[in-house]
């Protein structure tokens, strides 16, 4: 056990349609990340977070936007939903300055 | 720009053979390297880092890696491969002055009873 906690574990929603997902990072752990993992494209990282604040920015598309809160869990949201955005979404979190990242058990999207 | 290569999709080995798994990098600055390992419907979950000193790194379950900065290579090692390794690894790399860690694409590895 990572110590991050992820949910919903899985997810099955139609196009179009709008999900939260979310993620509680290891006690004491200040950055959260986000990555998105699908067959073709492997391990994509979308935005990290720390303390509150954006840090890093990778390949997010406009329709998913992300936060963290000052309880310093973080929720991605995912919008206007299409069949690709299918996909295994994980969290992981590190102390500041990074060292190794801790994974979530990730949260399994569907797009139908 | 950060990039991590992992040239094999896959790499068979027999059990109580020595496995390599292999993974080049490309990062400004000095590279922060990682190995992962992920089973089936799992997250990701550490192995081993490279920051700084001795360029051989010893894991989690008995493997190792080696840092050779003139090839920017970080190989995934272990002197005798079990059923249970089998799994797919993740090499990563994180360059000083930056939060990215960027993965490579992974590779299967499939021990042989």
């Known amino acids: 056990d990572s110590g991050v906690t992820q949910t919903p574990k899985h997810l099955i929603t139609a196009t179009g349609q709008r999900v939260t997902l979310r993620c509680s990072p290891r006690?004491?752990?200040?950055?959260v990340y986000w990555y998105q993992q699908s067959l073709d494209q492997g391990l994509q990282f979308l935005i990290q977070?720390?303390?509150?604040?954006?840090?890093a920015k990778g390949n997010i598309l406009e329709r998913f936007s992300a936060q963290q809160f000052p309880d310093l869990h973080s929720e991605l949201n995912l919008s206007s939903l299409e069949l690709g955005d299918s996909a295994l979404y994980f969290c992981a979190s590190s102390v500041d300055p990074p060292g190794e990242l801790f994974f979530g058990e990730g949260s399994r999207l569907t797009v139908l | 720009a950060q990039s991590v290569a992992q040239p094999e999709d896959q790499v068979n080995v027999a059990e109580g053979n020595p496995l390599t798994v292999k993974c080049t990098y490309s990062?400004?600055?000095?590279?922060?390297l990682f190995w992962y390992v992920q089973y089936p419907n799992r997250g990701l979950q550490f192995l081993l880092k490279y920051i700084t000193g001795d360029n051989l790194v010893k894991g989690s379950y008995g493997f190792e890696a080696e840092f050779n900065k003139s090839q920017t290579s970080f190989h995934l090692k272990k002197p005798s491969a079990l059923v249970s390794d089998s799994a797919l690894y993740f090499c990563?790399?994180?360059?000083?002055?930056?939060?990215?860690?960027?993965f490579g694409t992974g590779t299967r590895l499939k021990v042989l009873a």
């Open positions: 990563a790399v994180r360059g000083s002055g930056t939060y990215k860690y960027i």
């Open positions: 990062v400004s600055g000095n590279p922060y």
């Open positions: 977070y720390y303390n509150g604040e954006e840090r």
């Open positions: 006690s004491g752990d200040l950055s």
